[in-house]
């Protein structure tokens, strides 16, 4: 199995990167959005797992080896694919999303693309133990809670979940929920001018 590539970007597409090794070989790999700002001719090492289907197989990367093995626990949850878990990486670190499943944060997982409550309960579900050895950091259970708090607040009001993800990295933790609320809210009406 390809566990490992080390190689120069060569090209980009809207979820993928080919990435030339030194042997002449260009793999394509599946990547999270934020490898897809890595520029072309950079050199990078990315993690792989390789997915194999009926008719198709994929090769996706990763620059870090936890991020490798919360996709493969992603995976294993009955109606998370590949594409799925991809989009839940896109969410935040690893250490977020580790407690987010930890502390059952269903609102949060549900923020990525292709993710429901009723398949983000199923991640924390089946996923709650696994992913409690996880060493975490920066972020303590109060701050996840607020988090919570605020997603179902601007969800009630319609917002998309991008809208709401891109609003909550703005807005100080330290204020009350209230005000966060209230800054969340003019953060993505600044946005909608």
Wanted: hydrophobic share 45%; glycine share 8%.
């Amino acid at each position: 199995m390809i566990r490992m590539i080390e190689g120069r970007i060569a090209s980009k597409t809207d979820r993928s990167l080919v990435v030339l090794t030194a042997s002449g070989v260009g793999y394509q790999l599946l990547v999270t959005s934020k490898d897809l700002d890595t520029p072309i001719g950079e050199s990078a090492v990315f993690h792989t797992h390789l997915v194999v289907r009926e008719n198709l197989m994929q090769l996706c990367g990763f620059r870090s080896a936890a991020e490798l093995d919360l996709f493969e626990l992603l995976i294993l949850v009955d109606g998370v694919g590949p594409k799925s878990a991809l989009s839940i990486l896109n969410l935040g670190s690893v250490d977020r999303l580790s407690q987010a499943i930890t502390s059952g944060d269903i609102a949060y997982l549900s923020l990525a693309a292709g993710i429901g409550k009723k398949s983000a309960s199923k991640i924390v579900l089946e996923l709650k133990d696994k992913v409690s050895s996880v060493p975490v950091s920066g972020l303590s259970q109060s701050a996840l809670t607020t988090s919570s708090e605020i997603t179902e607040a601007l969800r009630s009001l319609g917002y998309a979940p991008a809208q709401i993800k891109q609003a909550i990295e703005q807005v100080d933790s330290t204020q009350p929920v209230e005000e966060q609320i209230r800054i969340a809210l003019r953060i993505i009406g600044g946005a909608q001018r």
